[in-house]
């Protein structure tokens, strides 16, 4: 069964204190792996889009890389407003109705 | 990024009523959009597909006759929910793609049935 699994589900960190976010998969055919952040109360807010094993992107504090079973959102010197909840989604049949979310990971950091 | 409007943000009705959320592309046209359903600690769980000009498609387990969908034109798309009971309490979510499978959300509408 196509599966997404995000951990932790929740994480604290101090302000500055660096940390990375997993997404695991187990998707037979992989077409995409999406990051998306969410904010309490409103609908995800994309970051990024990763199509294969090795490839990386950037964004401010942020930094996604794939490999064949796994994704990772590393945060650097995170600050107070990078707290959301982080989710991952997994395209396995090139259209947006085969995407799969994992269930997130919500992100504290304390100032 | 494309913008993507939902409304309304949030929304208490009675037992027994219906309500209906809006999902608007912007500043494109979107001839799909689609809609979720989030639950507290879960994933987002896709309801159905919105075709314009066509019936929507419903995920298995969703009922089509409590969440009718209508996608009126390229830009707008509307869920209706029927006869809302309290477990119909949640949070709705549409998005819309330029680039399939590139989704861009909603704000999202948090329903509340007493």
């Given at each position: 069964?196509?599966?997404?699994?995000?951990?932790?589900?929740?994480?604290r960190?101090?302000?500055?204190?660096?940390s990375?976010?997993?997404?695991?998969?187990?998707v037979?055919?992989?077409?995409?792996?999406f990051?998306?952040?969410?904010?309490?109360?409103k609908?995800?807010?994309?970051?990024?889009?990763?199509?294969?094993?090795?490839?990386?992107?950037e964004?401010e504090?942020?930094?996604?890389?794939?490999?064949k079973?796994?994704?990772?959102?590393?945060?650097?010197?995170?600050?107070?407003?990078?707290?959301?909840?982080?989710?991952?989604?997994?395209?396995y049949?090139?259209?947006?109705?085969?995407?799969?979310?994992?269930?997130?990971?919500?992100?504290?950091?304390?100032? | 990024?494309?913008?993507?409007?939902?409304?309304?943000s949030?929304?208490?009705?009675?037992?027994?009523?219906?309500?209906?959320?809006?999902?608007?592309?912007?500043?494109?046209?979107?001839?799909?959009?689609?809609?979720y359903?989030?639950?507290?600690?879960?994933?987002?769980?896709?309801?159905?597909?919105?075709?314009?000009?066509?019936?929507?498609?419903?995920?298995?387990?969703?009922e089509?006759?409590?969440?009718?969908?209508?996608?009126?034109?390229?830009?707008?798309?509307?869920l209706?929910?029927t006869?809302?009971h309290?477990?119909d309490?949640?949070?709705?979510?549409?998005?819309?793609?330029?680039?399939d499978?590139?989704?861009?959300?909603?704000?999202g509408?948090?329903?509340?049935?007493?």
């Open positions: 069964e196509d599966q997404v699994t995000q951990s932790p589900e929740a994480l960190l101090q302000e500055g204190e660096s990375s976010l997993n997404c695991s998969y187990t037979s055919g992989l077409r995409g792996l990051w998306y952040r969410q904010d309490p109360g609908g995800p807010e994309f970051l990024f889009t990763l199509y294969s094993a090795g490839e990386e992107k964004k504090r942020l930094k996604a890389t794939l490999t079973k796994e994704s990772f959102l590393h945060i650097t010197a995170p600050k107070p407003e990078d707290s959301a909840t982080y989710l991952c989604a997994v395209d049949g090139g259209s947006q109705g085969n995407l799969i979310f994992g269930k997130g990971t919500k992100l504290s950091v304390k100032p | 990024g494309a913008v993507v409007s939902q409304h309304p949030r929304v208490i009705c009675k037992s027994g009523t219906s309500v209906k959320i809006e999902c608007r592309s912007l500043d494109f046209q979107a001839t799909t959009m689609f809609w359903r989030q639950f507290p600690k879960k994933s987002l769980m896709l309801m159905a597909t919105s075709n314009e000009g066509s019936k929507a498609t419903y995920e298995q387990g969703v089509k006759d409590k969440f009718l969908i209508n996608h009126a034109s390229l830009t707008l798309s509307t209706t929910v006869s809302a309290p477990e309490s949640s949070f709705y979510i549409c998005s819309a793609s330029l680039r499978p590139q989704a861009f959300f909603g704000q509408t948090r329903l509340t049935v007493v």
